[in-house]
C-alpha cells in the first residue's frame, strides 16, 4: 500500500505536484479556451520523448477530434489543467482548437447537445 502524506496518498500528491509541474503553476490558460472546444493533433507523427508525456498523451488522443472536457476526463486531470496544457499546445502548432461561435454570448443549442450526449457516453 501506498504511503500517505499530509492525509493525501503519496501517488495521488505526486500526480498534483507534477501537474503544478507541467503547467509552471498556472491554472488558466494564456488565451480563452472553452472546456467544449474541439481539438485535433496538428501532426500525424508521434511526438517524441522531448516532450511532456502529458503532450504526448493528448497528441495521440486528439487523432480524434475531442473537446477540451473529454480531454480532461481522458487523462484523469483537472479541467483548469487540460485547458492550460491544450493552450499551450495550440501555441506551440502542436494541435489544432476548433472554438465553438457563440451568439450574443449564448452557446449554440446543437453543440450543447453534442456536449451532453458526448458526456453521456464517458
Known amino acids: 500500500m501506498g504511503s500517505w ?3 493525501e496518498p503519496e501517488a495521488e500528491r505526486s500526480s498534483l505536484v507534477r501537474m503544478y509541474a507541467v503547467t509552471g503553476g498556472r491554472t488558466a490558460p494564456r ?17 517524441g520523448p522531448t516532450y511532456a508525456r502529458e503532450y504526448r498523451a493528448i497528441s495521440e488522443l486528439c ?5 477540451v472536457a473529454e480531454i480532461s476526463a481522458l487523462l484523469s486531470v ?11 499546445m495550440e501555441a506551440d502548432g ?3 482548437v476548433y472554438q465553438p461561435q457563440l451568439e450574443a454570448g449564448l452557446p449554440d ?3 450543447l447537445e453534442r456536449v451532453l450526449s458526448g458526456l453521456r457516453r464517458l
Do not use: I, K, Y
Open 109 to 111: 443549442r446543437g453543440l
Open 31 to 47: 488565451s480563452d479556451l472553452a472546456m467544449e472546444a474541439l481539438v485535433s493533433s496538428a501532426t500525424s507523427a508521434q511526438l
Open 94 to 96: 502542436l494541435v489544432r
Open 63 to 67: 487523432r480524434q477530434v475531442r473537446s
Open 78 to 88: 483537472p479541467l483548469g489543467v487540460a485547458r492550460v496544457l491544450v493552450a499551450d
Open 5 to 7: 502524506h499530509n492525509g
